[in-house]
Every structure is written in C-alpha cells, then in structure tokens.
C-alpha cells in the first residue's frame, strides 16, 4: 500500500470524503448510518444496500479533542457525544438529511466469550425455517448467558451479549452447513456468544441518546470486520482477523466454515505513541504525526516539548519505537496461538495500528508463516462494497463493517419490553417479533409454539404404519391489550400477554388395538373329530406380548393365528378342492370365521353324535373399536454410503501441482474438500499474475469438491488471454 492511499487528518481541521449532494433535506430513509467510537477518532459512515452490495455514500473522520476513550470504553460520555455530534452534524449538512438512527460496535475490553450447545427435538417438524433455526440459536444464547451469570454470581457486573456465531450445526449427528429447509429428529446448534459488560454498552447507548439517535444494531469490531473481509464462503481456511485500533487489538479467528473464538489485547496503536513521545520529547498530537511519518520516505520537521525545532527521518522514529512494535506483535501473535491452539494459516490486520512499519513481517516471524500470508486488510479485500472512487484503508474496514452488519440483521439492539408484568432486556427490537422476545425470555419453543402430539411409528407384519398425534392448542398472545400472533412486531415500552401454547397428546395404541384382535375369535373346536385351537398371537420384536401392551416407536409387531376356517385347513396342508367342509352340520366355505366351540366335518356323515365341544370361556363383550388413523410412513433418506463412512474423512493423500501432499484426518468425520488445499499453496493475492485456474483430476475444479486419496489437484496462475 503506498502512502498515498492513506488519509491525513488533523485537528484543526477534520477532514472527510464526500461522494454524493442532495439538493432538498430528506429523512434518512434506506441510508445506514454507521459509527466506529474508536479511542483516538470517531469515523462515520453513509451508505445504501442495493442489490446485495453496499455503497459508501459519504465517511467523515472526527479526531477527538481530550482523551475521552480508554482502550476503546468510554470515560467522558459527554466530550464522546460532542465528537460524534460534530460527525452527524457533517453528514447531515453534505447530505442533506436527517439522521435518526445509527448502527454502531463495541471494542473488545472486559470481553467474555461463552462456547455452548444445545440439542432440539425436530421430529414434529416438516422443514426447519429460518424462523424457527433463530428461535435455536436465541435459545442457545440465553443458556450461554445463564452460564456466564453463574460465574459472576455474587458479582455486581451485568454482562450484554453483543454478538454471536454459530460454530457448527448438526442434523441427527451430521455436521450441516445450514438447517434451513431440512427435517431430521434432533438438531444441534453449537455457539459462540460474546459479552461485555453492561458499563460498556450503556455508556455507547447514551452518548448515542445525547444526540438523539435510536440505535438499530449492535455489534462487535471483530464480527463487523469479519462481514466485509472474510466472508463465509472462504472461512473454511483458519483464518485470523485482528483490528488494531489506538486502543485495543480485537481478534476473530475463522476455521471449518464459521468463526469459533474472539480475543482482545489491550496492546494496541498507544503503545506506540507513548514511546514516541518517551523517545522524542513531544506531546500527544506531534507523538502521533510522527507516528504517522514513518510510512513516508521524507524526513519530517517536529516541535519538542523544549519548543525547539527538530528534523527526524522515517528510519530513525521506527528505530525508536521498534520495541514498541515488537512487543504489539508478540502480544497479537500469543492472543492468536492462545485462542486457536496453533498458529493460522493466514492472518489479516486491519484498524489504524495495521499501517505500523514492519509489523506484517513481525507477525509472519512470530506465527512461522509465509509474510505473504500476513495482509494488511483495505479497499481491494473488501468484497460487495463499492467505496464510490475513494480508496479506502485498513482504518475503514470496520465502520464499514458495522453498515454491513446491520444490513444483515446480525446486529443487536437493547431495549426493555414488559411480558407478563416482568421487564425483559431484548435485543434486535427492529426487527424483534413476539416469537423472538418469547424466546429471549426463556420460554420453551413448546410453550411458544407449542406442537401436535408426536406420531407414532411401527411396522406390522413388514408393513410400516403411522399414526397421527393429537391437535396443538395455540398460544395466546396480546401486545398492549390487543390480540396479536407470534410474528407481530415489538418495539421499546410494549406490554406482552402470553398464555402458553398447549401440546397435543402423543398417538398411542395397545397391541390389540393395532392387530385388530377384536376380529378373532379365541377358543377350541373340532375339526373332524380332533380338537384345535384357534385365535391369534403377537410378537413385538420377537418376542410374545400381552394384548394390553403399549407400542413403542419403531416396533416391529410380527402376528400368527387362526380366523377362518381357510387359515385352518391351510395351517394343516390340506387341499380344499373336492371336499366339502361342514360347521355345525351347515355346508360352509373357508371364508368361515371360527367360534369357540365350533364343530367341523368335512361330511354330513362324519358328524358325531356327541355333544359339541364346550367353549373355554365366556368372552367378554368388546368395546367398539375407536378408528384409527393410519398413513404409510415416508421413505427414508438413503444411508450415507460405507465409502463416505470409512474412507472421505480419514487422511488422503493427494497430488497438488505435481508433489505429494497428505491431509489429516478430520474429527467431525466430515469430507475432505477441494478448498482446504489452499493452506498448501504459495499464491499471494496481492499481486495477482493472472486467473487462478483450479483442476481436480483433469478437469475444471469448484472448491466444495469432495477429494479421495489419490486425487490430481492443480491450483496456480494462469495467464489471461488478451482479446
């Protein structure tokens, strides 16, 4: 990056980028105005979302006058309000609007992370929604949250979450890269949640209320940055972002698809300027244009404390204060290997401190990395952001970060609802329904929602039958005094009344009930003179069961048994062709339904004389039969084949570029894929030579592509074709 490309602010007088006028004074509309408060400048940033990229309309650079920031908190509320008035103030005059809500982000000081899971019972569900996929992720925020309170019990500190990522998520104990649109029986959300202490966020809140502005999404730095700079798609790669600010280095780590760990160092870009200042005998403000002279080559002329004038070269302030970087980059570097476990396979720096002299390489020597695996993160690693012309640094990454955040709805708002007669704290009230604040409260999604009785499922004879639950009762539900539903909407200062949802009852049916018993007949007959039994017997997974016996899902209920007189002559191997059978001395077929005590002959003469034979017992009257519904059960998914099983996730060797290289075996028993062939190769995207051309096996290569052992893998430049 050449020094041209980073802006020069001073005090005096504020500088900022201006890329569009409106005419008329306008309401602020779809525009999203972001704020990053860092501890040495407030920036603030105008921007639209349109058609999945976001637009940087206008960004104004506000230095502060007094230390009123400390490692990113603030300590002056007030001097903070009056810095970020004078940035609204500039936007609004250029723009010709106003500016009625913001969108802003929290540094990492006092930072605590919360790793959890929690398991869902879906099997009542047709498909997962995103709805209902929030209502999981809600749910498992509010058990990180009851973690967290559980350590600081006895303390006075309240914590707020102010962001989260799903780590991982799992479908019947497969990991899956998203839930939406699938149905299983248990899913698994796993999660990371951060939260800083509400001294914290409350302070950001009333700077923000002193000017007037109603705060529509929370975040924090490191999760800002992450949306711009590494997008999911590429975060398969363990990757580490670390945004260096004046006074904290906030870090976010990606691996396996998602991010999995924050950490803060409160060794940042000040620690440099005090030794600028301890070297060279100057205040604050020299401290800092020397700061940033060391990314020129002229040499630059400064006022000491003694009002003498001095001259200064650019090798000779980063001899100074190599220290200074030296312990910056030890500290980022251990933050780094402490949270990951291991060194990354590629890190990005962003904020102001990303621009210090020599750091990268630092960085790249501290973590046993290639250099060019260390990138200053700026204008050409943006992706879906269109800067309107204006190159923008490391230093604008986040507050870009931020507008994007909100954008996506992965912010947080706080705000206090009432729901049956108890303040809750919520979060995301813009877009908050009744159904999210249900389960921010600690309701059960069964309470919120409720659900049919659970089918039940069975296989009879070979043949799989199922049978539905019972009906839901819904819950329900008023917002300020009128009837509402799940999705309407809330907002600061609403009162919610919920009667809880009611569950049906689970299907159930005794084993008589489901072979039918009350069709036979139990008992002894004469069949040409010899006595037989007849009735019926059933087996529940090979073993015999008494009639009163509940089935349980997934039985397999075998029966066998006389009930006609067909079942009868057939049990015994007899031809029924050319003989005429008799019961009771009537001509009868063998669709006749045995009786206890009947008599069969197979003649008239062959009627004995005798008395019939006595039943065994007097059967008792049989209730009528409540009906039963019954449906085929859906076919199962096809198993996951035994070479997915045995061999896709185990270590493979494959070929890349013409060398042998072996990837490990992974733990989640997920396959291996083309993308993770990336950490193997020497290609710096900062200085582009072509097309990547990507090949698996001859042909042309996506990065999901599964590998086996064996693969031929190509990934290098490939020079473009001039047309």
């Known amino acids: 990056m050449n020094s041209t490309d980073i802006p020069v602010f001073n005090r005096e007088t504020p500088q900022s980028f201006q890329f569009e006028k409106k005419p008329e004074t306008r309401e602020q509309g779809d525009l999203i105005f972001a704020l990053d408060i860092g501890t040495r400048t407030v920036v603030g940033i105008l921007g639209e979302y349109i058609d999945e990229k976001f637009y940087v309309r206008d960004c104004v650079v506000v230095p502060h006058t007094k230390r ?35 969108s802003i982000a929290a540094a990492g000081r006092a930072l605590r992370t919360v790793q959890t899971n929690m398991d869902f019972d879906v099997s009542d569900r047709d498909e997962l929604t995103p709805e209902y996929i929030r209502s999981m992720e809600i749910e498992t925020i509010q058990k990180a949250q009851k973690q967290l309170d559980e350590d600081n019990k006895g303390r006075t500190v309240t914590f707020y979450c102010v962001g989260h990522s799903v780590v991982k998520y799992l479908l019947d104990d497969y990991k899956i890269i998203t839930l939406e649109g699938h149905k299983g029986n248990t899913a698994n959300v796993e999660i990371i949640a951060a ?232 979060f995301d009230t813009k877009q908050l329904s009744v159904f999210e604040l249900l389960n921010v409260a600690g309701y059960k999604t069964t309470e919120i929602m409720g659900r049919s009785g659970r089918s039940l499922a069975y296989t009879l004879n070979g043949k799989k039958i199922t049978i539905k639950g019972g009906g839901l009762t819904p819950a329900e539900i008023h917002v300020n005094g009128k009837p509402a539903s799940l999705t309407t909407k809330i907002t600061q200062g609403d009162n919610v009344i919920i009667t809880p949802a009611v569950c049906g009852e689970n299907a159930h049916i005794t084993l008589g009930k489901a072979i039918n018993c009350e069709k036979y007949n139990t008992g002894c007959i004469s069949f040409c003179g010899e006595k037989r039994k007849i009735g019926i017997t059933a087996k529940v997974n090979g073993k015999e069961m008494p009639l009163d016996y509940d089935i349980e899902p997934l039985d397999e209920i075998e029966t066998e048994g006389i009930l006609t007189l067909g079942d009868l002559i057939q049990s015994l191997g007899i031809e029924m062709s050319g003989i005429d059978y008799f019961a009771n001395g009537i001509l009868t077929d063998e669709s006749y339904v045995l009786k206890d005590g009947d008599l069969i002959s197979c003649s008239q003469e062959n009627i004995p004389e005798e008395e019939p034979v006595q039943p065994e017992y007097e059967p008792e009257p049989i209730a009528e039969p409540q009906p039963v519904e019954y449906e085929e059960e859906p076919a199962k998914a096809p198993a996951v084949p035994e070479t997915y099983e045995e061999n896709l996730w185990k270590e493979i060797t494959v070929t890349l570029n013409d060398r042998k290289v072996t990837l490990p075996e992974k733990a989640e028993h997920t396959p291996h894929v083309f993308l993770e062939l990336l950490n193997y190769i020497e290609i710096d995207p900062r200085n582009p030579q072509g097309d990547i051309l990507v090949m698996l096996n001859g042909k042309s290569a996506n990065y999901n592509d599964m590998l086996h052992d064996g693969d031929n893998a190509v990934i290098r430049w490939q020079p473009r074709v001039m047309r």
């Not at 009056?82 to 723009?95: F, G, P, T």
């Open 68 to 102: 009123a920031m400390v490692d990113g908190q603030i300590e002056d509320i007030k001097q903070v309000a009056k810095i970020v008035s004078i940035a609204k103030s500039q936007l609004e005059e250029r723009n010709a609007v106003r500016l009625k809500t913001v």
């Open 195 to 426: 939260f800083l202490p509400s001294v914290v966020v409350e302070g950001l809140y009333a700077v923000m209320d002193m000017n007037g502005l109603e705060v529509t999404s929370l975040t924090l730095e490191p999760i800002a940055a992450m949306n711009v700079i590494i997008p999911p798609e590429i975060r398969l790669i363990n990757i580490a972002l670390v945004d260096i600010g004046a006074g904290t280095s906030d870090i976010a780590i990606a691996k396996d698809g998602s991010i999995f760990a924050y950490a803060m160092a409160t060794t940042a870009g000040d620690e440099i300027t005090d030794e600028i200042i301890k070297a060279f005998f100057v205040d604050f403000d020299t401290a800092e244009k020397l700061k940033r002279a060391c990314s020129t080559e002229e040499d630059v002329e400064y006022r000491d404390i003694f009002g003498i004038t001095r001259t200064v070269s650019p090798a000779e302030i980063v001899s100074k204060i190599q220290p200074a970087i030296e312990n910056l980059a030890e500290t980022i570097c251990s933050s780094i290997v402490q949270v990951n476990g291991a060194a990354p396979a590629a890190v990005f720096l962003i904020g102001g401190g990303a621009l210090t002299k020599g750091l990268t390489t630092l960085v790249s020597n501290k973590l046993s990395i290639d250099e060019a695996r260390v990138a200053i993160g700026g204008h050409d690693l943006l992706k879906n952001i269109d800067t309107c012309g204006k190159k923008m640094g490391a230093e604008f990454v986040t507050p870009i970060g931020i507008g994007v955040t909100a954008v996506l709805n992965q912010g947080y708002d706080f705000s206090v609802i009432t729901l049956n007669d108890t303040k809750v704290r919520v």
